[in-house]
């Protein structure tokens, strides 16, 4: 089963839409982190956000905020007012403490394509 | 500071040689992790050092690939008798583990992009 999923494969919007990516995790830990993560067309990962299971907290920065729902296994990233530079791929990933070893790998969902249309 | 580095960042070679590729971590950072990605996927993770010590191995890393990192500094990751399904790109990532169970952010290097022939 996959523990990170990004159900949505790609999604295109015009500049200065409201766009949400959708992020649903599983794990049997109680403390975990998940993060995002975006890939511009140069390639290198750019880190976005850490978010530790016990902080529920929303958080925003910028045009960019996340929600984080325990409840339904959630870390949803919107950007306001997208803009060009915003087209990448963009990744969700889980952080455990599973095996004995603290919160080493980071276990990534499949990516999400955005494209932002002048 | 500079960022994670990785050497080469293309590296072309033929059915069967043997490829090094090589990561420096930000200077600071403790952990340093390998991950492979190919085209349309999200990065799967390889294996992770925490100082010169090799913590975990994915298992679908076969014994064709091997890594070191033998002074807590820098790390090679060699790929022997190379296969075309090896052809990937591999990123490198460095963070700084507290040893108190939070670990930082990983920070990736641009990658080194694998063709095999």
């Known amino acids: 089963a996959q523990k990170v999923t990004q159900a949505q494969t790609e999604i295109s919007v015009v500049e200065k839409e409201d766009v949400t990516l959708d992020c649903v995790y599983e794990?049997?830990?109680?403390?975990?982190?998940l993060f995002w993560y975006k890939q511009p067309p140069s390639g290198e990962l750019v880190f976005l956000i850490r978010r530790n299971s016990f902080d529920e907290q929303n958080e925003i920065s910028g045009r960019y905020s996340w929600n984080f729902q325990k409840s339904t296994s959630s870390f949803n990233f919107t950007i306001t007012a997208s803009q060009v530079v915003d087209s990448a791929v963009y990744f969700c990933?889980?952080?455990?403490?599973?095996?004995?070893?603290?919160?080493?790998?980071?276990?990534f969902g499949q990516g999400t394509i955005l494209t932002v249309h002048p | 500071d500079t960022g994670v580095s990785q050497n080469p960042r293309h590296k072309i070679t033929k059915r069967g040689q043997n490829v090094t590729f090589r990561c420096d971590p930000i200077s600071e950072h403790n952990r340093l992790y390998w991950y492979r990605q190919t085209l349309g996927q999200g990065p799967e993770f390889l294996t992770y050092f925490q100082n010169e010590a090799q913590l975990e191995k994915s298992r679908l890393l076969s014994d064709r690939f091997s890594a070191e990192r033998p002074k807590g500094s820098f790390s090679t990751l060699e790929i022997q008798r190379t296969e075309q399904g090896d052809s990937a790109m591999y990123l490198c990532a460095s963070s700084s583990y507290t040893g108190q169970g939070y670990n930082y952010e990983q920070y990736f290097g641009p990658g080194t992009r694998l063709t095999v022939t």
């Open positions: 990933a889980l952080s455990e403490s599973t095996g004995g070893t603290s919160y080493g790998k980071l276990t």
């Open positions: 794990t049997r830990d109680t403390t975990y982190y």
